[in-house]
């Protein structure tokens, strides 16, 4: 079973929300990959991840910040009703939020 794009930036969210990364509260963007595993991404694999990292930044859904250490992400707080909205359609209400 290969998680669609919209699956993938639901469980990015899910993380990120389940950290309290949001704000100025950040974490690293290599952290997104962890926890997906190779198999359900297809045959891309990781790189999907970044990809849908990479698009949820540009869209405005994740804050970055870079880093002499590396690019650091949190999700964007003006923007909660649209990432609550993507968790819900994704896991259908009760399954995580």
């Known amino acids: 079973m290969d998680f669609s794009d919209e699956e993938i930036m639901a469980r990015i969210i899910h993380k990120l929300y389940r950290r309290g990364n949001w704000g100025e509260s950040h974490t690293s963007f290599e952290n997104l990959k962890k926890g997906f595993n190779q198999r359900d991404l297809g ?55």
């Open 43 to 97: 045959k891309k694999g990781l790189k999907r991840v970044d990809k849908v990292g990479k698009q949820m930044i540009k869209s405005g859904l994740l804050h970055s910040k870079q880093t002499k250490y590396g690019l650091e992400v949190s999700l964007e707080f003006t923007q909660k009703d649209k990432l609550m909205d993507i968790m819900k359609r994704v896991f259908h209400d009760d399954e995580y939020v």
